[in-house]
């Protein structure tokens, strides 16, 4: 398992390493019922504070992503993905809502932000 | 407690080297008959210890040890058994040297003499040894030596004092109606002067910031 | 147990110096770093929680009195002091064979294994050794009789980013046992940002606060603006300002809260340096 943690992006390290475990339990590179690496020995290998891992865990617990079995481990939930998508789709939706009312108050065209969209997913691939 | 004397042995072990010199030379003087010296081993150990106290106020040790377990406590006893343990160790050494010195110059033993004055000379390094660390623990080795001069001066000077003006018959005659018994009596008053002058120590080294 | 340290209302009284109702804990299996500038405090805390000097008030570890159960704590405490402490003329030899004595669980092949990773010679006398190996030693021996809490003052002072590396790795592997923890106080604040859990920052004698380290560096925040725009801040929105030649810079307790406020551009990250300095130097 591969985790980049920046410290100048400006994203918190936990926001970091709770972004990029939900990337790999969706990716499906990190199966469901696999064991992830306890919050110590990650802190460790990742030269970050035990608090910082805890917290990670802590939100991904939250968000059912991850479950602590006391003792024993923390394990890669069961994930409707489904569901997971369904949520972040109403959320994209939610955000282009923004997007779309900030344009009519400038009277900008909807032909200029798909265009926009088209060339910040360009970069994003080149990235 | 015996972690603290191993590193006190440790700290002076380069010393043993001069000891050895010494223990050599103080048996030629001896068989020459040159004079005699029988105080000046035992002694030493007390010289060579208080160079200890030094080593460790200068590596700021003191406040380490009072981080280990039991540390303030320890470290008043273990120099107290330290310095008795060589005080030991070098009077039976002086006096093995002092009968094979008192064997090949006269071909006879006189248990009586070398017996007494090895207790003077137990009894006066204990006394020093009493004195100079409470002394020392209060105030610090340097000031110490200048403390612990004056006194052996003032000693000195009393003592002759006494010799000179004061009719010792009488107790030299109680003495010799004690027998031997005196050395016991001696040594035990050398014992309890050092466990007090322990307790002294230990009350002062426990207050004591660092 | 739940912490490894709780201290209390402690006061120390120098002719020059004073400690004031001093107050934090240290939750088990925790890493808190201790700052402040020099004078702040730093090394009397330490010197009162091992008691080398008298104080008053209450400080427990693992949840007992130090001053009841001092020695039973002190097996379970590993020590490095600001101040060199082991006699110069000793070896790592020497330490090894007192230590033994001294501690129910010294751990002769774990000392001899750190000395080996620190590449320091076990027969040498302590004088020959430079000032990091010194360091090194001192390292070495405060971990090697399994200790619960260990409580450095200084112990990456004097040493090169290779070898600070390498204590800060054996510091994380010291607290894969969640029952164990570590107080340490340091100028060098790049190490704290790197392992800290919390940080405990004193200035003249008094506690400015405790926090984690993550709250530190993610919400707070220094802006930069102009004079015009500063006078538009609310003053508490900010906690300390400072007013530089060309810019305003402003102590902010968390970014988000602020950047909802005001429309200043300019909010960037913090370190711990500059937390200190804008603390220490700044105005309200």
């Known amino acids: 398992m591969e985790i980049i943690i920046s410290n100048s992006n400006g994203i918190p390290i936990y926001e970091q390493i709770k972004n990029q475990l939900k990337n790999k339990i969706l990716n499906n590179e990190l199966k469901e019922g696999e064991l992830l690496p306890s919050i110590r020995s990650l802190a460790r290998d990742l030269k970050c504070s035990v608090i910082t891992t805890k917290n990670a865990y802590e939100e991904l617990e939250k968000e059912g992503f991850v479950i602590t079995v006391p003792a024993k481990g923390i394990y890669v939930a069961t994930i409707n993905k489904d569901l997971v998508k369904e949520r972040q789709l109403t959320k994209i939706e939610e955000l282009l809502k923004e997007v779309l009312i900030l344009a009519k108050t400038c009277d900008i065209k909807q032909k200029d932000i798909i265009e926009i969209l088209e060339i910040l997913s360009k970069e994003d691939i080149n990235d | 407690m015996i972690g603290l004397i191993k590193k006190d042995l440790a700290m ?11 223990i050599i030379l103080y048996f030629i003087l001896g068989l020459m008959g040159k004079m005699d010296i029988s105080f000046i081993l035992p002694f030493m150990s007390v010289i060579i210890m208080i160079s200890t106290f030094s080593y460790d106020n200068y590596n700021k040790w003191d406040a380490y040890v009072i981080t280990l377990p039991n540390g303030r406590k320890n470290s008043v006893k273990s120099k107290y058994v330290a310095t008795i343990l060589l005080v030991l160790i070098l009077t039976i050494v002086t006096v093995l040297l002092s009968f094979i010195i008192a064997y090949c110059r006269y071909h006879i033993l006189d248990y009586e003499e070398i017996l007494s004055l090895t207790t003077g000379s137990i009894f006066g390094t204990l006394l020093v040894l009493s004195f ?3 002394i020392i623990y209060k105030f610090g080795v340097e000031k110490a ?10 000693i000195v000077i009393l003592g002759s004092l006494i010799i000179k003006y004061i009719d010792l018959t009488g107790i030299i005659k109680i003495l010799n109606l ?3 018994y005196w050395i016991i009596v001696i040594l035990l008053f050398a014992i309890l002067l050092v466990y007090a002058s322990y307790r002294l120590s230990l009350k002062i080294y426990l207050k004591k910031e660092f | 147990m739940t912490n490894a340290l709780e201290i209390k209302n402690v006061n120390k009284k120098y002719s020059d110096f004073e400690l004031r109702n001093v107050k934090f804990t240290l939750p088990k299996g925790m890493i808190m770093g201790l700052i402040g500038s020099n004078g702040a405090g730093k090394t ?12 008053t008030g209450n400080i427990k570890i693992f949840d007992l009195d130090i001053k009841e159960k001092e020695d039973e704590i002190k097996e379970e405490i590993g020590v490095v002091l ?8 000793l070896t790592p030899n020497d330490i090894d064979n007192s230590m033994k004595y001294i501690f129910k669980n010294w751990d002769s092949k774990l000392f001899n294994s750190y000395l080996t990773k620190f590449s320091l010679n076990i027969n040498n006398p302590i004088k020959t050794f430079s000032k990091g190996m010194r360091k090194k030693l001192e390292i070495a021996t405060a971990l090697s009789h399994h200790p619960k809490l260990l409580i450095l003052d200084e112990p990456t002072s004097g040493l090169d980013p290779v070898v600070r590396s390498e204590i800060l790795d054996i510091f994380r592997d010291f607290i894969q046992n969640d029952e164990c923890s570590i107080l340490f106080s340091t100028h060098i604040t790049t190490d704290l940002e790197k392992i800290a859990d919390y940080i405990t920052f004193i200035n003249d004698g008094q506690i400015v606060f405790t926090k984690t380290c993550d709250e530190l560096l993610n919400q707070y925040g220094i802006v930069k603006c102009m004079e015009k725009e500063f006078q538009k ?16 810079e402003i102590l902010i307790e968390n970014k988000k809260d602020f950047k909802k406020k005001y429309s200043i551009e300019v909010i960037d990250k913090i370190t711990l340096d500059d937390l200190m300095v804008l603390m220490i130097k700044g105005e309200k």
Do not use: H, W
């Open chain 2, 12 to 22: 002076i072990k380069g010393n043993f080297k001069f000891l050895a010199i010494f």
């Open chain 2, 132 to 134: 100079m660390y409470p």
């Open chain 2, 145 to 154: 030596r200048i403390v612990i001069c004056s006194l052996v001066f003032g």
């Open chain 2, 178 to 180: 004690m027998q031997n």
């Open chain 3, 44 to 55: 009397t805390i330490i010197k009162s929680i091992l008691n080398i000097i008298n104080y």
């Open chain 3, 82 to 89: 600001d101040d060199m402490f082991f006699p110069e003329i």
């Open chain 3, 233 to 248: 801040i609310d003053k508490k929105d900010y906690l300390k300002y400072q007013k530089n030649k060309y810019d305003y």
